[in-house]
């Protein structure tokens, strides 16, 4: 393995001596490029220098073992020593895998989450709340900022759809394996016999797109303005600031009316569009290179579902890689690394086994 990073010494040299170049500087795109790459590059060598320290080490511990003329206490030791020697770097080995595999383009993007009521009626509207209030305690957890692009609610305490933008660090990486459908079971408050309820909720995660990703022509999209509501129809403000956009060429349809502005309004309604006109057309490219094969973790297919929530039990289940976690009250108070980290780690053995 080692043998393959003889130039990455040279790569990072090459890479601190264009971060000083005024020219980089002056073209910040470009820049924050170089500053990613040589960050990455110096994780790796520090990676290949502990990789190389631990190989020198078993060469020493190897020729002392076969050393007939050294003190027998010393070789045993020695042969101890290499025993740990070997499963570290079984570790970093596997280290240094992980970290090469190829990184998803969108991991270090905001988000859009869109969570909305599937059947279910009034329960399902309201897990649309308990949803988004178990995100948002996660990402208060993570340091990220939570902001409403979108809401439909509804005078139960639900929503029948909300959309929110979620900015921070690495906050798709983390949240892209939500998408699907949430499925939830138990008793409403409105049940009088104790009935458990079925219902279910959809979520979507879409990366933010910058204008670079994707061009809107301003030509094809219809833009309508019209009064805000909320619950019960009453009337939020009294001018047009709620705006509608229909992007033509395919039919999608952004609404926003959270703000009192109708120049705000349009352009969180731009954001969301664009990502959702990115997320088609990676999907439409996914679904070309992939037709029959589904991803390991899931097929990404918004009507797949991934997950239960059964609150008579207290369990949570995760069907897409058999994960059942007693500890429902917990996750849903915003603990959600308890199922986020073990589908990235499955995913993660599951690219590892391609690559082999």
């Not at 570790?91 to 991991?107: G, K, M």
């Not at 959270?258 to 006109?277: G, I, P, W, Y």
């Not at 070309?288 to 094969?293: A, E, K, L, P, Y």
């Amino acid at each position: 393995m080692l043998n393959r990073f003889t130039d990455l010494d040279d790569k990072l040299s090459d890479l601190e001596g264009r971060l000083s170049d005024p020219a980089l500087i002056n073209n910040q795109q470009e820049y924050q490029r170089v500053v990613k790459e040589h960050a990455h590059l110096s994780r790796l060598a520090e990676m290949i220098r502990a990789l190389r320290s631990v190989d020198r080490q078993i060469r020493d511990n190897r020729s002392l073992i076969q050393d007939e003329k050294e003190d027998p206490e010393l070789r045993e030791l020695a042969e101890l020593e290499l025993e740990e020697l070997l499963q570290k770097r079984k570790s970093l080995e596997s280290d240094v895998q992980l970290f090469l595999l190829p990184r998803d383009p969108n991991d270090d993007k905001n988000i859009f989450l869109e969570i909305r009521a599937g059947t279910g009626g009034d329960e399902a509207a309201l897990f649309v709340a308990d949803l988004f209030r178990m995100y948002c305690r996660y990402a208060e957890s993570m340091h990220w900022r939570v902001e409403i692009m979108s809401s439909s609610p509804l005078g139960i305490g639900g929503f029948k759809e909300l959309i929110a933008m979620i900015s921070g660090e690495q906050v798709y990486s983390k949240l892209k394996f939500e998408r699907g459908v949430h499925r939830v079971q138990r008793v409403p408050e409105t049940e009088a016999q104790g009935r458990v309820h079925t219902s279910a909720v959809t979520v979507a995660v879409l990366p933010e797109a910058d204008e670079v990703d994707v061009d809107i022509d301003m030509n094809e999209l219809k833009i309508d303005v019209y009064r805000s509501s909320g619950p019960g129809g009453q009337s939020v403000n009294t001018t047009d600031s709620a705006v509608r956009i229909t992007h033509l060429p395919t039919g999608l349809v952004v609404t926003c009316q959270d703000e009192k502005s109708q120049h705000k309004n349009k352009a969180k309604a731009l954001t969301v569009l664009r990502a959702r006109l990115l997320d088609k057309l990676e999907q439409e490219q996914h679904d070309q290179i992939s037709q029959d094969r589904k991803s390991q973790v899931g097929s990404g297919d918004r009507s797949e579902r991934i997950r239960t929530y059964n609150f008579p039990q207290g369990r949570l289940t995760d069907h897409r890689i058999n994960l059942t976690l007693y500890k429902l009250e917990t996750i849903m108070n915003g603990k959600l690394d308890d199922v986020i980290v073990p589908l990235t780690i499955h995913d993660q053995e599951q690219k590892l086994k391609q690559i082999k």
